[in-house]
């Protein structure tokens, strides 16, 4: 059973280009999310989303973010125009459906993004 | 909203001796599950223990340990008989019991002395 899997492992972008980070959750998982670490802080939350839905985006951006997970495929983290600001990894994890016996999230190895 | 605090931007330890991580965090919720995760170099978020807030026992997994306190609403991490394995970040993190997202502490940068 495959881990869940980002990619691009490293993405460079230059000022006002679009990034697309791809996030294919663990078998089984229909619950994914998106978190941004800048360097030397902790995770924090983005967005949260279930297939086709958004539960909760309150730690996503207003303007540029914008986040999907359709019925097939994986889920997408977009972000338009970038900026330098928008440099730091970014992690995906995933966890089955609630109220199951692993509350635990399960982590991608995360995407690096450098703005240049 | 609920918040997890860590205190220790650094700590250090040398090795095989033992050294406690502190976290706290703050919640209205009774039922919720809390976490250690260990973040290597590599980037790679590893779960290292995780403990359900409805058992009173602390939870353990080999060398790793936890000191619950419900009331006091922390959360600390024992590391004993250190490896340098175990130098990386931990990052203490919260879950409500009824699901949706994990919150995590700013982290602590351990470091083991040969």
């Known amino acids: 059973n495959a881990g869940v899997m980002q990619n691009p492992r490293h993405l460079v972008r230059r000022r006002g280009q679009e990034a697309r980070l791809r996030c294919s959750p663990m078998?089984?998982?229909?619950?994914v999310y998106w978190y941004r670490q800048l360097p030397e802080e902790g995770l924090k939350f983005m967005v949260y989303?279930?297939?086709?839905?958004?539960?909760?985006e309150s730690g996503m951006p207003k303007e540029r973010f914008s986040a999907e997970f359709p019925k097939e495929g994986p889920s997408i983290l977009r972000i338009q125009q970038v900026v330098r600001g928008d440099s730091a990894a970014y992690f995906c994890a995933s966890s089955p459906t609630a109220g199951t016996l692993v509350p635990e999230a399960f982590f991608g190895q995360g995407t690096r993004l450098t703005v240049v | 909203a609920q918040t997890v605090t860590q205190s220790q931007p650094e700590m250090s330890v040398q090795e095989a001796e033992t050294v406690t991580l502190s976290c706290t965090y703050d919640t209205s919720e009774s039922d919720y599950y809390l976490f250690w995760y260990k973040q290597p170099p590599s980037r790679q978020m590893i779960l290292v223990i995780r403990?359900?807030?409805?058992?009173?026992q602390n939870a353990t997994e080999n060398r790793f340990s936890v000191n619950f306190q419900k009331a006091a609403k922390s959360f600390s991490l024992k590391i004993s008989d250190s490896q340098l394995g175990d130098a990386a970040m931990y990052f203490c993190?919260?879950?409500?019991?009824?699901?949706?997202?994990?919150?995590f502490g700013a982290g602590t940068r351990l470091t083991v002395k040969p």
């Open positions: 078998k089984g998982h229909s619950h």
């Open positions: 403990q359900e807030a409805y058992k009173q």
């Open positions: 993190a919260y879950r409500s019991a009824e699901g949706g997202d994990m919150r």
């Open positions: 989303l279930q297939k086709e839905n958004i539960i909760d």
